[in-house]
C-alpha cells in the first residue's frame, strides 16, 4: 500500500502542471468565443466565422498543448533511462567492491596458511585486485610489507634452514657470508653470527615472492634508461612511488634498483644476501636505523631528496654508497665491516659520521661534500683514501683514529678543518692537497705515527703543522727549514720551523737517533 501511494504521489509530482495549463486554455477559448461572439453582433455569416476562429484556436492551443506533453514525457523517459542505467552502474560497482573486498580478505587470510604454496597464491591474488582496483594499490602494499615485517619462524612451516650454510630448494639456492664472518674481530664476530636468521627453507620462496612484487610496482623503467623522467605516469606495473615500511623487516637478496619511494623506513630490518638500491629514488625522508646488512649492499646512482638515517646500523660485507644525498645523511656509530666505498658519492648538505667505525678498506675518493662534515671519533683499522675529495664545509675528524694508510692526495678542503688529536699510525699523505680556507686547519695534538707526506707549498705557509706531535721520527720526510724537536711533556717530537732556513736543502730526514 504504502509503494502504491508512493508511486501515485510521484505520477502527481511529474503531472500537476497540466491541470492549470489545461484551465488557463479552456479559460482562453471561452474568453475569445465571447468576444468574437459578441463583436459579430446579428450578422450570422460573421457569427460562424468567429466560430471558425475559435475552433481553430483551440484546436491550435491543444496540438500545443500535446506537443508540450510529448516532449516532457520524452524528457521524462530520458531522465529515468539514465536513472536506471546508473542504478545498474552503482549496483555492478558495489558488488565489485563487495566482490573485492571478500577477496582482499580472503587473501589476507591465507598468508596465514601453513603451506608455502598457498601463500604464494595470496601474495598474487592481491597483485591481480591491486591490477585491477587501483585505489586499493595503498592496502595491498601495506599488507605485502606487514608480511614482510613479520619474522619467518612465524610465518613459516618446514625445515629450519640456519642463515649461511647452502641448500638446495628447486631454483633458489641460499647463501651467507660466513667466511666474512670468520674474518671479523673478536668483538664482532658473535655478535653478527648472533643475527644471522634461521630461516624456514619454503618461505624463503613466499618472501622471494612478496619482495620482487613490491619491487615490480615501485620500479620506474625511466631510471634503467638512465634517462629520468619526473612526469612518469603510474601504467602498467609502475604503480608509481608510494609510501614503504619495513620496519624490523627480515630480507634476503632484496632487489630495489630503479625503485621509486616517498618515506621509506626500514628500521632495525634484517637485510641478508646481496641488497641493491642502485638507481633508487627516495623523494621523503628514508630511515636505516639500526638495521643490519649481512652480505653485499650497493646504492650507486642512488638519490636521497631528504634526510638519509643509517645511525648505528651495521654493514658487513663489501658496501657502496655513489649516491646524491640532497638532504641531511647520518652514518653516526655506524659499523662497516669489509670494502666500504662512498666514491664519487654527493653530500648536498650536513653529514655525520660521529663515532663510527670501519674495519676494512674506506674508500671516499672524489667525493663532494658541500654541508658540513663530521668524522669525529671515528675508528679507520683499514686503509682510508680521500683522493680527490672536495670538501667545502666546516669538516671535523677530532681525535679519529687511523690505524693503516690515510691518503688525502689532491684533496680539496675549501672550508675549515680541523685534524685535533687526531692519531695517523699508518702513512699521512697530504701531496698536492689544499687547503683553501681562510683559517688554516689545525693539527694540534695530532699524532703522526707513520711516514708523513705534506703538500708543497712555501715553508711560511707551513705554521699551521705546529703542534703535531710525530712517535715515529724515523723516516719522516719534512719540508725544507721543518724539524722534529722534543716535545716537553710528550714522548713524541713537535714540528717546529729551523730558525734559520738558508742553505737548508729542499727536504730534511729525520734523524733515527732522535727517535723514542
Not at 333 to 338: A, D, I, N, S, Y
Request: charged share 25%; with cysteine.
Amino acid at each position: 500500500m504504502a509503494a502504491v501511494t508512493v508511486a501515485r504521489r510521484a505520477w502527481w509530482r511529474r503531472w500537476w502542471w497540466v491541470v492549470p495549463i489545461g484551465m488557463a486554455i479552456a479559460g482562453a477559448g471561452v474568453w475569445l468565443i465571447d468576444s468574437l461572439w459578441t463583436s459579430a453582433g446579428a450578422d450570422r455569416g460573421l457569427r460562424v466565422e468567429a466560430a471558425r476562429t475559435t475552433f481553430s484556436v483551440i484546436v491550435g492551443l491543444g496540438g500545443a498543448a500535446t506537443l508540450a506533453l510529448l516532449v516532457h514525457r520524452q524528457v521524462l523517459q530520458a531522465r529515468d533511462q539514465t536513472h536506471r542505467e546508473q542504478v545498474a552502474v552503482d549496483a555492478k560497482r558495489d558488488a565489485d567492491e563487495r566482490r573485492a573486498q571478500e577477496l582482499f580478505v580472503k587473501a589476507v587470510e591465507q598468508l596465514g596458511h601453513d603451506r608455502a604454496a598457498v601463500r604464494i597464491g595470496a601474495l598474487h591474488a592481491l597483485d591481480a585486485l591491486g591490477q585491477e582496483h587501483a585505489h586499493r594499490r595503498r592496502a595491498v602494499m601495506d599488507v605485502w610489507c606487514a608480511y614482510l615485517r613479520m619474522p619467518p619462524t612465524t610465518t613459516g612451516a618446514g625445515e629450519l634452514v640456519p642463515f649461511g650454510t647452502e641448500h638446495q630448494t628447486k631454483d633458489l639456492r641460499i647463501h651467507a657470508p660466513w667466511v666474512i664472518a670468520t674474518l671479523l674481530p673478536e668483538d664482532l664476530r658473535a655478535s653478527v653470527v648472533a643475527d644471522i636468521a634461521t630461516w624456514p627453507a619454503d618461505e624463503l620462496h613466499v618472501r622471494d615472492t612478496a619482495q620482487r612484487l613490491i619491487a615490480g610496482h615501485l620500479r620506474d623503467k625511466s631510471l634503467e634508461d638512465g634517462e629520468e623522467d619526473l612526469k612518469t605516469e603510474p601504467d602498467g606495473p609502475f604503480w608509481g612511488a608510494m609510501d614503504v615500511d619495513l620496519t624490523g623487516a627480515h630480507l634476503h637478496n632484496l632487489r630495489f634498483s630503479s625503485c621509486r619511494m616517498n618515506r621509506a623506513v626500514f628500521e632495525r630490518a634484517q637485510f641478508t644476501g646481496h641488497t641493491r638500491f642502485d638507481r633508487a629514488r627516495f623523494a621523503a625522508d628514508t630511515d636505516f636505523e639500526a638495521a643490519t646488512f649481512n652480505g653485499g649492499l650497493t646504492f650507486d646512482g642512488a638519490g636521497f631528496a631528504a634526510t638519509a638515517r643509517f645511525w648505528r646500523a651495521r654493514f658487513t660485507g663489501f658496501s657502496s654508497f655513489g649516491a646524491r644525498f640532497d638532504g641531511q645523511a647520518s652514518f653516526s656509530e655506524t659499523t662497516f665491516v669489509g670494502s666500504t666505498w662512498f666514491q664519487g658519492a654527493t653530500f648536498a648538505g650536513d653529514v655525520g659520521f660521529a663515532d663510527a667505525r670501519f674495519s676494512g678498506l674506506a674508500r671516499f675518493d672524489g667525493g663532494e661534500f658541500a654541508g658540513d662534515a663530521s668524522f669525529s671519533n671515528v675508528r679507520f683499522e683499514g686503509r682510508a683514501t680521500w683522493r680527490g675529495v672536495k670538501l667545502a664545509g666546516r669538516t671535523s675528524f677530532y681525535e679519529t683514529h687511523f690505524a693503516g694508510d690515510a691518503i688525502f692526495e689532491e684533496g680539496r678542503f675549501t672550508g675549515k678543518t680541523s685534524f685535533f688529536g687526531v692519531t695517523f699510525a699508518g702513512l699521512a699523505n697530504f701531496e698536492n692537497a689544499r687547503f683553501l680556507a681562510k683559517e688554516p686547519p689545525s693539527f694540534s695534538s695530532t699524532d703522526f705515527g707513520g711516514p708523513l707526506r705534506l703538500p708543497q707549498m712555501d715553508v711560511d705557509n707551513l705554521w699551521w703543522l705546529r703542534g703535531g706531535r710525530i712517535r715515529l721520527v724515523f723516516g719522516h720526510v719534512l719540508p725544507a727549514g721543518w724539524r722534529a724537536a722534543p716535545a716537553d711533556g710528550s714522548p713524541g717530537r713537535a714540528l717546529e720551523k729551523v730558525p734559520d732556513v738558508q742553505g737548508a736543502s729542499t727536504g730534511t730526514t729525520s734523524n733515527p737517533d732522535q727517535g723514542d
